[in-house]
């Protein structure tokens, strides 16, 4: 057996990666590290492809190798990881793979040295067919050697730096805050954190770094950032994580505009080196009650029309019993007019009117319009002036199908945004490629629950109302709570909220006036914030901020449909990592040092 070319460098250090080489390395011999993609053994010649984090290229060990080199390739399997020494060469023309980006260039191997075998693995690291998402959890350092995920991961690594160049250059200062500390008021529940040194005391780990960061303006920072872990103890319904990464910045001396631009700025350049394409800046704004009006939802999809319409005062003097009632009772009639493409039929409407349920919705009514005229569903009960007026409110000509809805608002507004959102999806009407950023503005400053008949707040307490509102704060009635706005701004990309921030209260009176509408009492505002309104009084400047949700725009700039696509060690929808088994139980030694006792 004749003995492999030993390198005679230190290889590490004279390292090259698979996916950087090209033909400009023609002849030049190579040190390269990594994984085994696939093997190949033709016989007389064997293929490797070889993989690391840059990308894989193909290493050959042909005929004429010496007979060592072809045993420790041919004893290669998928995911040994090896160190592979040779030249690199063009390959003949009729080899050139040109949708591979190594594709013209192959490594004719000297030598190949095993560092570590591997088990085969549960499922194949080269296809690009995706596990079962169980398995992909509990082996999350496999799924994660996979295609798709290596560009999650490295996409999200460029964002981050990209997010803190801009940031920099724009006088921001990145400022770290506690993890370990009192509970902040951000609505969710809080994940708890047992003292041992001071028993029976808890710490909070942050829903968000909220009142440091305000703490931060006060003490002269005057722009922060930190992209930073936050917690929630909530049910994860939706696409939730218990712990994700915000984007928290904070400004003082600002306006809203001055916020909305630069977050404009930083989401520009993000698009740009994520997406390598140019978003229009600024991006369009409306307020709340606009986007409740004519999408039903504070978080539109503007990639598509399909508007919703209010009907009131066209079913104003109706003879039909269903919208009649509505509006006796102060609700209001809306609708949405979508294409017909012929496959609205009974039972595929009937299902619609069975998933808007969930909303509250008692009924759906529809109208079909033909291209001249109305036909089934409700028509006969349709007057002529009401007939003119649909076709005028949704400039109604070629053939439409009509979904209309007498309900509460909230309830028709849930529904019908429901509806314009899955019939868009149906009828393919939405770009999957577009970028269709928005910012929602004047939000309600409180929200009032009926069955308590209390307020709460729609953002956080800390938000500043709009002056113009501060009057009304005196008497404040369930009639006039929504005409208080919120200096609030949330910013929407394609239907999803990916961030969301406010102008502070920044004097103790406004603040004290706020925390005894939404019932805090002064007892329970010093046990919580205590340090917060004290430091109110030493020359707080105007300041604000928001916070954007980086899992949720990585998400919709690389297209997945789950955050745990992007992040690296997700918990399941349980709240569970299924590769570490957390939560776990802890030993009794460890609870009695707590002086914790669970309850069985
Ligand atoms: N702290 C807020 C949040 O986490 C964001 C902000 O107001 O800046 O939603």
Known sequence: MTEQKKPDVPPFAERSYCGELGESNAGKSVHLFGWVHTVRDLGGIIFIHLRDVTGTVQVVVDAASPQALKEAASSLKSEFVVHALGPVRKRAPEAVNPSHPTGTIEVLAESIEVLNDSLVPPFPIDSPEQPGEETRLKYRYLD?????????????????????????NHRFFEIETPTLNKSTPEGARDFLVPSRINRGRFYALPQSPQLFKQILMISGFDRYYQIVKCFRDED???????????VDLEFSFVTPDIIMREVEGLLADVVRDIRGIDVPCPFPRLTYD????RFGTDAPDTRFNLELRRLDDIFANTGFNLFKSALAVGGTVKG??????GTFSRKTVDQLADEIRRFGAKGLATVRFTGDAFDGGITKFLGDGEKAGLVHRFGLSGPMMLFLMADAAAVVNDSLSYLRLKIARQQGLIDEDALNFLWVTDFPLFEYDPETGSYGAVHHPFTAPTPGCLETLDHLTPENVATVKAQAYDVVLNGSEIGGGSIRIHTTGIQSRIFSILGISDEEANEKFSFLLEALRFGAPPHGGIALGLDRVMMLLLKRHSIRDVIAFPKTQKGQCLMSDAPSHVSDHQLAELSIKTVK
């Open 144 to 168: 994660l050697r996979r295609d798709d995920m290596q560009e999650a991961i490295l996409k999200r690594h460029t964002c981050v730096q990209t997010m803190r160049r801009y940031l920099n």
């Open 236 to 246: 994860l319904r939706h696409d939730r994580q218990p712990e994700f990464t915000q």
């Open 290 to 293: 606009q986007c409740m009006e």
């Open 336 to 341: 949405i007019a979508v294409p017909d493409n």
